[in-house]
């Protein structure tokens, strides 16, 4: 269990603590990250607004890319181009907000 505060808008580096899962990681990071999970590693979490997906039966990077309004582009280079499967997470970038 991941038992430390996270503020992903000041920090880009992430040490995980002894115990803690890739899922949990994930899950409360609520952005995607690079590194191996493993007590004591750091990871780089992405910058920017993201939230968490969990993938339909039919999803593919060009519907959900078209559903939410992103660039399909972005969207893989966000989950590191990983295969989209029923129930996998996928983030999904904000779009920019409009003024």
């Known amino acids: 269990m991941c038992s430390y505060k996270l503020q992903p808008e000041k920090n880009r580096f992430c ?47 060009a519907s959900l890319a078209s559903k ?6 972005l969207l893989k280079r966000v989950n590191a181009g990983r295969v989209i499967y029923p129930t996998c997470t996928v983030y999904i970038p904000s779009p920019p907000q409009k003024p």
């Open 15 to 61: 040490r995980v603590p002894e115990g803690c899962t890739q899922a949990a990681l994930a899950q409360f990071l609520c952005a995607p990250f690079c590194g191996e999970v493993h007590a004591g590693a750091v990871v780089t979490v992405s910058q920017g607004e993201f939230f968490a997906y969990s993938a339909r039966v039919g999803d593919d990077y």
């Open 68 to 73: 939410f309004g992103v660039e399909e582009e």
